[in-house]
Structures are given as C-alpha cells and as structure tokens.
C-alpha cells in the first residue's frame, strides 16, 4: 500500500515539544524519590487537611510510603498521636532515634481515625529503602509511560488529524498529572512542582476530553467550533489555581483564598461535561445501528466502563467515607487508565491510514487484554479472596506476566478465537481462505468460479462490492454486492469500468502459469477502516486461488472441447490433403493412361521414334513435378529433423517454400541462429512457429510475411508478423480454434510463452518465448560449441512476383 506523505502540521509540532514536559517532570520525580533512600521515617507525614480536620495521611508525600505499601495506613487516615503525643507537636528529631533502634525498639503507637472507626497501630520507624520507593514509583512511572509513548504512535500515526491531536494533548496531560502524584521535594520545591504538574493537568482534562468527544468517531457536522466552547474555561481555572499557589496575578487577589476550591470544582464539572458528552455520542452511534462504527463504538463504552469505572468509584468511595476502597492505595487504581487509553486509541488508529497499522492494532489489541486480565486479577483475587494490599510493584509484574501470556494467545486455543473475534480482525485469513478453497472445490464450471469468486471475496474484505471480469468470457461482468451476484453484458474490456458501481478501491489481475485468466476488482470498505498491507496480502492470496480455480477450470472446459476440435481438425485436414493430391497428383495419374494409349497409337502406327521420345520426355517431366509434389506434402506431415543448428534452417526453409505457394514474400531473419534445444523440444517449436505461418497464409492474406529468430544466454525466442488484416484474440470463436488451442497447448507443454498480439486491419503478431536455457545431456549451454552459418544469419529474402 502506497501511502502519500504529507506535510507535518505546526499543532503536531507544538504536541511534540509539550511531549518532553512528563519526561522531565517523570525524571524529576524518580531522582528526588531516590535521595530519600537512607532518609528516616516512621512511615507517614500527618498533612492538616481542613475538609476532615486531621492531620491525614497523604498519598503524594514519600514519608507516607512504606506505611502505605504494607497496608497499616491507607490514604485519608487521620493521625490523631504518635506515642501519646499529638501528631502536630511530635518532635521529628525522634525519627532518627527510633528508625536507628533494634529489637523492636524501633516501633511507635500510632492512633488512627479512618471514618468514624478510631483504632491505635503500631509502626516501625526506619530508614527508606529503594524497594519502598519502587513500590510506589512502580505504580506511577509505567502508567505514564505508556500513555506517553501511545501518545506518541497516535500522534505520528496521523499528525495532520485533528481528532489524533486532541487525543495526544489528552494523553500527555494525563501523563503529566500522573507522574506527579508522588515526588521527594521539600514542601517548597514540591509546590511548584505540583503546580506545573497536577494543576495544569486538571485544568485541561475536561476541555480535551470534551474536544475529543465532538470529534469522535465523526466531526460535528453542524457547529464546529463548538467543540472549543470550554477551553476558556479550562485556562481560566487553571489561572485560579496557578495563582492561588504560586501569586502572580494581582488581580485575583480578593478571591485568592476560595480560588482553590472554585477551580477544583469547575475542573470537576468540564470532566463531568465531557465525559457525559463522549459516552453520550458513543452510545447514540450504537443505537443509530450504523455497522461502519457501532462495534468500535462498542469497544468505546467497554472501554470507559472497564477502565474509568473502577477509578471513578474508588475515588467517589474515598470523597464520602475518607478511607481507601479495598484496602489499598489509589496506584492499582490507576492501572485501569491503561485499559481507558488503549481503547480509545484502537478505535481511532483503526479507521486511519498510517504504517505498520496491522502490527500497531495488535499490539493495542494484547496490551488492552492483558491490562484487563490483570486488573480483574487484582480486584477480584489480590484484593476481594486473599485480602493482599496491592502496591505499584506487585501489579507491574502481574501486569506484565499477563502480557507475556496473551502474545502466547497465537496458538489455536478457545481464548485465543475469542481474541481474534474480536479484536485480531486481520487473523480471519485463515478461515477466510478455508471458505474460499472449500466452495471452490464446489464449483463445476469456469463461469460459476467467476461468480462465487466475487462473492466470497466480498465477504471476506468486507467491501461494498467485487467484480471479476474473465478473460475467456470476456463479454460478461460477475459482480457481487449484498444484494446477490449479477452477471452484466460489456462489449469491450474499456467498458468494464462503465459497469461497475464505482471507482475500485483494488485491481488484481487473475493470472495462473503465465495466463492472465481475468482481473480481479475490489469496491471501497463497508466499514470506514482503510485497506492495509494485511488487507492487501488477504486479496492477492485469494486473487491466486481464484486464478487457480480458474486455471483448471478453462484446462478442463478446453479438454472436454478437444475430442470435437481434433474431428474437426482431422476433417479439414483430410480436406487439405485429398485437394492438394487432387490438385497436384491426380492431374498426372489421370493422364499416365491417355499418355500410354498415345505412345501405343504411335508405336502401332509407325512414327518416328522421336516423335516418341518427345511424348516419353513431356510425361516424364510431369512425372518428375508430381513427385515433388508429393514430396512437398510428404514434408508438410512429417517434420525434418530439428536441433541445436537445424531449427531456424528449417523454419527458412518451410517458410520460403509455402509462402513461394501463396505467392507472398518473405523475411527471414537469424534463421542460422543455434540454441539447444532437446529434440521434442525443437520439434514442438517448429509445430507452433509452422502453424503461426499457416495461420498467416491462410486467414491474414498478407503482403509481406516476417519471421525473426534470436537466442541468448536468457532464452530463445521467435517471432512472426504480417501485415494481414489481424482479428481480435479476445473473441470467444477464436478462443476455441483448434490452430491456436494446439499452438498454446505445446508452448505449455515445452514451459514456453505464447503471446498473439493482433487487432483487426493492423496485422498479428506471434512470439514464442522460451524464457530460460535448458541443458542438453547435463550440459549448460556454450555459445563457442554451436558455431553460427554467417550466411544464414544474413537476411534472407525471398521476393516472389504475385
């Protein structure tokens, strides 16, 4: 498939520098967690939080980990004492002391209010170690990575598409707010950080989202740039929340304390606005019943429900109770943007051109799966039988071992069909073809090939319509659409594409052995997904089959004409034959009596003896005529000997002799060319040469006669031209004479190519090609040991008088 390069857009641009902000937010995130590996901590840093008044555990602070990762806390715990004292008077120059201590000194008593449930838990006071920053990092850096790097093949899979482009800006924020959720900045450094990070990125979800979903999976037809309508309202909130933390608009200075929860509520409602718009006009394509796009539109809603559920009840369950939902941190949680994420960009990259496209579906394909398996696994074994909090770590080898399975999924197995159902579209080739040669074995006739050919083909590449045009009927269209198969009437090849609905989206031409048996033509998609190379390798494997079929087809429709063609050969020939005896041969055995009777009469009456001679002389002569005569046919019937040196001297003479009958002149030229040939070789070229010959005489009625001989180390070839007044090979009657079917019968026979280009009032001309050459005794061919007769490489002309 030829795609056309097009220019790169300046939004595309924009995209790719806003692409290196998670990157450098990422890196500063990982870096400041590892300086905190040797630092002190007893496992959580009580934040005041005015919603639930508490010091409550916080799921973006490092010291808050490794109470986190082993499940004592859970995110929104209020820390009321530590050791008796309260949490907001309690030294943190005790941490050293306690994490330094061994024996079980090191433990503290923590008092705990989740709810209304209050409980004491003891804590270890330690030093952080990597393994308790990669429980968390882990939950955070493979997500946004991913989502990164999607972002990335959306974008430069179609960069001009504006609906790719929404969907990276979403991608990128996304990814930007979540490698932002936990960092090892001091309060300072960390403001900043998460202003640039968390807040931009909330601004802008809702607006993206809502963009995005105007524009999937078709533009708004009417009211276009409605799908900009909250992108003010996306930069106005993230001014308030900018501001808010950073003071550097003096404007908003009177509203600076509410700006916070104004801007977290109105980020609120655009998310809400544009997640309902999205689904919205995902389920109104599905109950609209369009098939070009209710099943991805499917896929879109399974999509939001698998991946964004989960996450939108955890978090509603955490805003009313301020507990963590199943035990656990929100990181598990998040793994279920990957589900959210892959769909949506399997359901856009499908319908669009861009390379590597069936690969790229694929792999979306076993990444959405394997990221659905895994979360299951996690909800429903980790966390719902055995009662395992789940930390960042744990999932990302869950996750990947399920990857690892599913690429396992292409071997034959009932998971595996499933998968392919639905998801693996271009994976059907192998049933697509097991339908295709079964019901080919079914067909009786080369014309119910053509007509179940294009129906089955249609099917198969889910197109609108196919058309198979054959060549031996060259009359007749088979076209298939979802209405049955029609066999239409054209009166030239040109008219083909008069008789189809449309423009092909694909042309394949039929050939078999050499032979183009048709051409193969494949209308536009049903669906709006494009033709890739997938589709491209389906359609040239089922275009073989049907030429195939074809092949043996026209083979056996042309056997079972031979027994009629040969009668009807030998009558003609028998015809040839008794008029050149009678005309050449009779004539003289007529008069062999009257000449005896005269000579007796002259004997008898006593004439001179040379007068007798003369009559004995005028019937010797023709005596003598009448042998070579029967010689000539002789000749005709039986080939002279043929080989390496003697083909072309006996296509000369042949040629010179019968055009010298037909009184029409000849060239002849390389007629002392040498190649080897094998016996029944040559001899089979000399029968489809002589015939061309025949042919020419006898139907064309030219005035001059042409025949070139020329071998190399590539092959030999010989061609044969007149300027008769040709016919048109494509007609069915000439399809059918025996003179053409036994020319092209010996060419296959010897491996050679036959082609006869002719077209009425301009002439024919025949070429026999042997393609390659063949050895002779196990010897290759040497040009020094078959020396060339200059004389009868040198033009040979043969002028007779008409």
Known sequence: ????????????????????????????SFSSSLRLIGKPSIGVLPIWQDAIRCHAVSPITPPSWPAMADGSLQTGDCIEAINGISAYHWPLSEVERYADAKDGRNLVDVEVRRGAERFSVRIAALRLTWLHVLRLQFGILPIALFVWMLALIVLLAQPQAEVNQTSVALFLTLALAIVGLYHGLNDEQGR???????????????????????????????????????????????????????????????????APGIATTINGITMLIGLGAFLLRAGWWVWRGDRAIADQMRVILLSWGIGAGPLTLASAYYLLTYRAPLGTSFQPFLFFLVILCS?????????????????????????YISATVACAVMVVVLIGIIRMPVDGLMFTALWFATFATTVFWHTDNPFQRLYRRFFLRHHHHYQATLDFATRMNEVSNLEDAAKHGAALVRTAVICDWAAVHPALTPDRVWLATGTGVDGRRVSAAREVSFSLPASPAMTCALISEGEQLGTLYVGSRSTQEPFDEEDERLIGLLATMLANAMHIRAQ?????????????????????????????????????????????????????????????????QRAIKTAQELRAIMRRLQPPLVGATRLGLAIQAFTEEICALYNVPCIINGAGVAYPLRDTTARQAYRIVQQAVVNALQHAHPRLLRVTIAADEHGWECEVSDDGRGFDPDQPQRKNHFGLFSMHERARTIGATLTIDSQPGRGTTVRLRLKKALEIENETWDVSRYPVNVENVERSTLNVQR
């Open 1 to 28: 498939m030829h795609l056309q390069r097009q220019h790169f857009p300046w939004q595309a641009t924009i995209l790719l520098v806003f692409a290196v902000a998670p990157l450098i937010a990422g890196a500063i």
């Open 192 to 258: 900043y950080y998460t202003a640039f990070t968390i807040v931009i990125s909330m601004a802008w979800i809702g607006p993206f989202l809502y963009h995005l979903a105007l524009l999937t999976p078709r533009p708004l037809a009417r009211c276009a740039p409605l799908r900009f309508a909250l992108h003010p309202v996306g930069l106005m909130t993230m001014i308030l929340h900018l501001d808010s933390m950073l003071v550097f608009v003096p404007l908003l200075r009177p509203w600076r304390g509410d």
């Open 343 to 367: 769909g949506i960009a399997y359901v856009m990259l499908r319908y669009q051109h861009f390379a590597s496209r069936s690969r790229v579906l694929d792999s979306l394909a076993m990444i």
């Open 556 to 620: 056996i429709q042309r056997l079972l004409a031979v027994p009629a063609l040969m009668i009807a050969a030998q009558e003609q020939e028998r015809e040839r034959i008794a008029q050149e005896i009678h005309d050449g041969v009779m004539p003289f055995l007529g008069a062999i009596p009257l000449g005896l009777a005269q000579i007796q009469r002259r004997v008898e009456a006593g004439d001179s003896i040379d007068e007798t001679i003369s009559v004995c002389e005028t019937y010797r």
